[in-house]
């Protein structure tokens, strides 16, 4: 049976509740019997899935929306220190708990899988939430995006998993000690936080050193990140590869497309093994090799865990087809990265035969912009046509001289069609004018380049 509230716990109220990590958190205590409250920027259907489960969600954030008797507040790294509620806070003298710690309390008493890497951790978490419900372990989870309804992020199990998303963006995965900690990847990013690959791999060392003692570290052996990083661990601590490479434990024999979906057939144990992965791509592939081996790692047969993978149909924004209108598909995908919008169009390219794939890129973040934006550009060569927006922000101000330019020039030297276009309102008519039957549109990016999806499909409609 899990376990009760965390200490403290009880009547928390959380800065910016509507957040993929945030939401969660809130939603689980929520289940656990809390007094959950929070504020948030704008109104969501997030929002409003929260206020189902009896959360408390104000709309702007103010000093009022902070009750004097919160116990704790819940933050995350994007909020401010002049945030009138985080100010509030200290006028009262109310512990204020980062959202890393208080997932970590929730994970207490639990077997915990923290899923960490640069790129797949939302898909390969997704996967082991919905394969271990499918083989009725009754897991709680953590995920940092819903897997189809809002809200569907996170849920209190009965069970005695919990599957968490580790995210080393702002190094809160060092808060977590799982039983079971899976790296997919280990590459070189969030630029405002990490100065080098050297600053990355400290990191990670980190992490893995909070695997409980007698746990496992699976992580994959095609990875140069992770193959280095594994390499310094030198067997301090029990290691499960996957992947193809030759010396991989859990090795890849074959990846199969089979339109939206791929056979797969590995060997685990020295015995081949084939089941179905209902997304397209390699990289999903090997997102449920990985999932494979961390459930084995807990005592799960993989016999038992192979066929459940299937259940796994693909989370919000993750190639997710959002329509289709005038013989046009349009589809969602979440990639802000060059490896990861690379993986998805070359996914995409496999999954459409002969169709056009036209992009409506929004790059996210001036920093990464900086350092990545000449990846991004080249990425986009895969591509039959992109049109490029300006840079989302987030919680990032501009930089001096980084716009969406630099990554629209490293695009038409490497010889991709690219338009740029500034105002997000007349993306859909310029989508129109290029998209014919078809076709597939794929909206990229971690901002709000998602909100355009239903407007494209609505003037195609037109």
Known sequence: MAPGLPTAM????????????????????????AQVAGSDSKDSPTADALRGFGVTVHIGHAAAHLADDASCVV????????????LRAAELGIPVVHRSDALAALMNGLRPIAVAGTHGKTTTTSMLAV???????EPSYAIGGDLDAPGSNALHGAGEIFVAEADESDRSFHKYAPEVAII???ELDHH??????EEIHESFETFVGRIVPGGTLVI?????????????????????????????DVRVLSVVPQGLKSEVTVEFDGTPLTFTVSVPGRHYAHNAVAALAASAALGIPAAETAPALAAYTGVKRRLQLKGEAAGVQVIDSYAHHPTEMTADLEAMRAAAGDARILVVFQPHLFSRTRELGKEMGQALTLADASVVLDIYPAREDPLPGVTSELIIEAARAAGADVTAVHDTADVPEVVAGMAKPGDLVLTMGAGDVTDLGPRILDRLQK
């Open 131 to 137: 394969t271990l419900t499918e083989l009725g372990r």
């Open 10 to 33: 009880d009547r928390p109220h959380f800065i910016g509740i509507g957040g993929a990590g945030m939401s969660g958190i809130a939603k689980i205590l929520a289940q656990r019997g």
């Open 192 to 197: 405002a936080n990490y100065a080098s690959m």
């Open 184 to 186: 997919l990847n280990v």
């Open 220 to 248: 994959s052996a095609d990875h140069e990140g992770a193959r280095e990083l594994t390499r310094r661990l030198d067997g301090s601590v029990r290691t499960v590869t996957y992947g193809e490479a030759a010396d991989a």
């Open 75 to 86: 933050v995350s790294s994007a909020i401010r220190e002049d945030n009138p509620e985080l």
